[in-house]
Each structure stands twice: as C-alpha cells, then as structure tokens.
C-alpha cells in the first residue's frame, strides 16, 4: 500500500507545537516533507556533486534560525543551533545519489541523465533512498527548531556529499567539521532498509557495517602466440590461480566465527583467442569488521599474490602489483553498544516492540562510522528505518520471490513510512540525549 500525499502540502505548520505530541507534530508536517521528497527524489545528483540538493537542506535551516555553512568538505552542509548548556549532538544525512537509471515506472521517476567524468552516460537515481534521509533531516530541523523548549544543548545537523563514494565523511572531517564547529558527544544517523517493513526501527549494537577496501591487482605475464604457450608467462593462468588462492585467506586463514569477505568482482585480460596477453587485471572488495582482520586480509591478498607469481616463474621486475584505494577505504561502523541499548530502550517505548528490531550486522559499507572512528568520546549510533510494506514483504515470501535491494533501479521505498518514523526517532533521540535542566 501506497499513501498518497499530492495536494495537501498548504496545511503544514499551522498548529503550535507545543500543544501536541511528537507524533502528531511529525503527521503535522509530512504534506510539506512529502513535497520536499518528490523533489529530491526527481532531481538526484552523483557523489561530489550535490549542489541542489545541498542549498535546499541550507535554505531550510537558515529559515529555522540555524547557523548555517555551506561548502565544508566539498558540497557539505553544517547547520549549527546552539540551545543552552548541555552536550553537543550531530544529526547526519548524506545527499548523493547513484549512477543507476530508475525503472520502478512510477510516476515522479527521476529522468536525470549526466556525463560522468569518466565519460559514460547514464540514468541518475537516489536507489540508497538518500533522499528520504535528506527529508528527514529537515523534517527532524523542523521539529528541534519547534520545540527549543524541550532540550538544552547544541545540535549540529549535517548534509554530507559522497557517501557513496566512501569519501565524503572523511572531507567534511578534513575541512574541520570538529574544529571550526562544535564538536559532538553523541552522532546520531539512520539509513532506510529494503527487505525490512516500513516503519519498522532496525538497530546493531557493536560493529554494524563492515570496513571495505577495494584493491586492484595488476598481473603482469609475458604474452605471444597461444599455440607457444612454452614461449610465454600466460597472466591468465596466474591471475586464475591467484584468484582462487585468494579464497582461502577467509576460509582457511580468519577465524569460521569471524566475519569477512574478499570478492573478485572483475578480472579482465586478452584480446583475442590465439594470444596470451601480456597483463590481467582484477578488482576486489575486500570486507571485514575490525582492523585486525583488515590487515590480515590486504597484507594477504599482497602475499599471495607474489606467491603465486613466484611460484609460476616470474622474475622479480614481473611481481604483480597490489594496489589498496586509499581514497575509497569506508571504515566498519561502530555502534556504541551502552548508547545503542539505551536508544533502542528508548525508542521502544515510544513506538512500541513490534516495531523496534535488534538486527544482525551487515557487510555492507556506509562511511557514517569516520564521525566517531577515531575518537573514542564521541557516541554514535546509525538505525535502519525500514522502507518495505508488510504486505509487499508477505506476497514475496509467498511467492519466492527477491524483493530489490539498495541500489536497485526497482527500489522504490514507502518513503512517507520511512520519512516519518524516521524523523519521529531521530528527533526524539536527540532531545533525550539534550534534557532540559
Ligand atoms: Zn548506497
Ligand atoms: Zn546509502
């Protein structure tokens, strides 16, 4: 079931806040946030370039008397309300949308087409629902601005660009996200979830999401003719066997009750049939919780690659070369397990236990976890709000079917669900983390 939200968005902001609940104060405004939403959603921008996007989260915070700098870390956005004495919380969304070209059919589909710059033309498409994320977070602006009264801290609210690209935490970081601005105690995110019901809160104390690290290898050979393969050193044999050799790190060399993942996910060579190339190419993503296991993994994908070369002849100028993206490195996310407890304690009161759902972690990546990586002060915690109808859910499993996932073209998420309980969750958390007096 879909709700249909068109052509009420004038009834927003008419009631004063104080007289009613949260929740009501959330119903309230989701005329006016489904709006801001179909806009969003029909106007992605890719990593790096979240321009649009990024003016309307300032445009909405300066309104609501929030301090507000623009450009940190790229296209970022910081927006300061400074509220009493108490501790500092950071709310997080990230803007950026995806190079995907959206087939859920539905109308207010995104048309968007851009040139990367890598050259390739393509569909533009939120498919990581970052888009209800941005909503949220006005939606949660709104409602900490309306009820100032009811908390005393600081709230540092922040639109980071190139989530998706592992980077943009880290520039935000880099351009002084904690020195030019307050810095928080608490750092507070959510992420909508497929195959989970919409409305539903989803939460993973500890380790979350998983540290990911792409690695190129270069697998140098001496190519010629394939009918004198003795007169050659064939990269593809190697690259085969360094391939499979990969496999056993995880399997024989980490722990069966520790988790981690090193996926091939493209191995290119050649041209032609009756050449032996000269190179082979691979690129992995490499996966794992802590950086221990980490280190393990990309000191060993370097020692068996060399190995394996070795062990086909290769002289030393021939060695394959290793190469770990330093820039795209997503670092596991780490949930404060006593906030984590507490927050999730919490929400379950408000939205009561059916709704409220301890998960698994996951070996996916999201770069939320720098905001806290490398300061053991600062709390954080990131929920999943689930984006699918139950009934959807149920007519799957009936039918055996795979309902899409993140980053799908089909992913369509019940957005006014998400939107509003997230909004609900955030700003609810954040005032309890900042209590009056
Ligand atoms: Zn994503
Ligand atoms: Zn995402």
Redesign the pocket.
Same mark, same amino acid.
């Given at each position: 079931m879909r709700i249909l939200w068109t052509g009420v968005a004038a009834l927003a902001l008419t009631m004063p806040a104080a007289a009613q609940s949260l929740g009501d104060q959330v119903q309230q405004q989701m005329p006016s946030l489904m709006t801001i939403y179909k806009d969003l959603h029909a106007n992605p921008e890719l990593s790096f370039m979240e321009v649009r996007s990024a003016g309307i989260l300032a445009a909405e915070a300066r309104k609501l008397g929030f301090d507000v700098t623009e450009k940190v870390g790229g296209t970022g956005v910081v927006a300061v309300m400074k509220n009493g004495p108490g501790p500092v919380v950071l709310v997080r969304a990230d803007m950026d949308g =995806?190079p995907v070209t959206e087939q859920t059919g539905l109308p207010g589909a995104s048309k968007v087409r851009v040139t990367t710059k890598e050259g390739v033309e393509t569909g533009v498409m939120h498919?990581? #629902? $970052?888009d209800t994320h941005m909503t949220s977070w006005i939606g949660t602006a709104r409602l900490m601005a309306a009820n100032k009264d009811k908390w005393s801290g600081t709230l540092v609210m922040i639109g980071q660009p190139a !989530? !998706?690209r592992g980077a943009g935490a880290r520039m935000m970081l880099e351009d002084g996200l904690y020195t030019r601005f307050p810095k928080p105690q608490y750092a507070l995110a959510f992420h909508d979830a497929a195959q989970f019901p919409a409305g539903a809160i989803g939460y993973t104390p500890g380790y979350a999401l998983a540290n990911v690290d792409s690695v190129d290898i270069l697998v140098k050979g001496v190519g010629g003719h394939g009918a004198y393969p003795q007169a050659t050193k064939d990269p593809i044999v190697l690259a085969s066997r360094i391939v499979t050799a990969l496999q056993t790190l995880v399997s024989r060399e980490i722990s069966p009750l520790v988790s981690a993942v090193v996926t091939v996910g493209s191995f290119h060579a050649g041209a032609k049939h009756n050449i032996i190339p000269d190179e082979a190419r691979l690129q992995l993503t490499v996966r794992s919780y802590t950086d221990e296991v980490r280190n393990h993994l990309l000191d060993g994908i370097a020692r068996v690659a060399k190995g394996e070369a070795i062990a086909a002849g290769l002289p030393d100028d021939k060695l394959p070369v290793v190469s770990v993206e330093k820039d795209e490195f997503t670092p596991s996310t780490f949930n404060t397990p006593d906030l984590t407890e507490d927050m999730a304690a919490f929400l379950t009161t408000r939205f009561g236990d059916k709704r409220v759902i301890k998960m698994p972690p996951v070996m #996916?990546g !999201?770069d939320f976890g720098r905001f806290s990586r490398d300061d053991k002060d600062i709390k954080s915690l990131i929920i999943w709000v689930g984006g699918v109808p139950q009934a959807e859910l149920d007519a799957a499993k009936k039918e055996g079917r795979t309902l899409p996932s =993140? $980053?799908s073209p089909f992913w369509a998420p019940d957005a006014p669900a998400v939107i509003s309980t997230a909004t609900e969750a955030l700003t609810s958390m954040a005032m309890k983390l900042m209590p009056k007096g």
């Amino acid at each position: 079931m879909r709700i249909l939200w068109t052509g009420v968005a004038a009834l927003a902001l008419t009631m004063p806040a104080a007289a009613q609940s949260l929740g009501d104060q959330v119903q309230q405004q989701m005329p006016s946030l489904m709006t801001i939403y179909k806009d969003l959603h029909a106007n992605p921008e890719l990593s790096f370039m979240e321009v649009r996007s990024a003016g309307i989260l300032a445009a909405e915070a300066r309104k609501l008397g929030f301090d507000v700098t623009e450009k940190v870390g790229g296209t970022g956005v910081v927006a300061v309300m400074k509220n009493g004495p108490g501790p500092v919380v950071l709310v997080r969304a990230d803007m950026d949308g =995806l190079p995907v070209t959206e087939q859920t059919g539905l109308p207010g589909a995104s048309k968007v087409r851009v040139t990367t710059k890598e050259g390739v033309e393509t569909g533009v498409m939120h498919a990581c #629902g $970052h888009d209800t994320h941005m909503t949220s977070w006005i939606g949660t602006a709104r409602l900490m601005a309306a009820n100032k009264d009811k908390w005393s801290g600081t709230l540092v609210m922040i639109g980071q660009p190139a !989530e !998706e690209r592992g980077a943009g935490a880290r520039m935000m970081l880099e351009d002084g996200l904690y020195t030019r601005f307050p810095k928080p105690q608490y750092a507070l995110a959510f992420h909508d979830a497929a195959q989970f019901p919409a409305g539903a809160i989803g939460y993973t104390p500890g380790y979350a999401l998983a540290n990911v690290d792409s690695v190129d290898i270069l697998v140098k050979g001496v190519g010629g003719h394939g009918a004198y393969p003795q007169a050659t050193k064939d990269p593809i044999v190697l690259a085969s066997r360094i391939v499979t050799a990969l496999q056993t790190l995880v399997s024989r060399e980490i722990s069966p009750l520790v988790s981690a993942v090193v996926t091939v996910g493209s191995f290119h060579a050649g041209a032609k049939h009756n050449i032996i190339p000269d190179e082979a190419r691979l690129q992995l993503t490499v996966r794992s919780y802590t950086d221990e296991v980490r280190n393990h993994l990309l000191d060993g994908i370097a020692r068996v690659a060399k190995g394996e070369a070795i062990a086909a002849g290769l002289p030393d100028d021939k060695l394959p070369v290793v190469s770990v993206e330093k820039d795209e490195f997503t670092p596991s996310t780490f949930n404060t397990p006593d906030l984590t407890e507490d927050m999730a304690a919490f929400l379950t009161t408000r939205f009561g236990d059916k709704r409220v759902i301890k998960m698994p972690p996951v070996m #996916g990546g !999201e770069d939320f976890g720098r905001f806290s990586r490398d300061d053991k002060d600062i709390k954080s915690l990131i929920i999943w709000v689930g984006g699918v109808p139950q009934a959807e859910l149920d007519a799957a499993k009936k039918e055996g079917r795979t309902l899409p996932s =993140l $980053h799908s073209p089909f992913w369509a998420p019940d957005a006014p669900a998400v939107i509003s309980t997230a909004t609900e969750a955030l700003t609810s958390m954040a005032m309890k983390l900042m209590p009056k007096g």
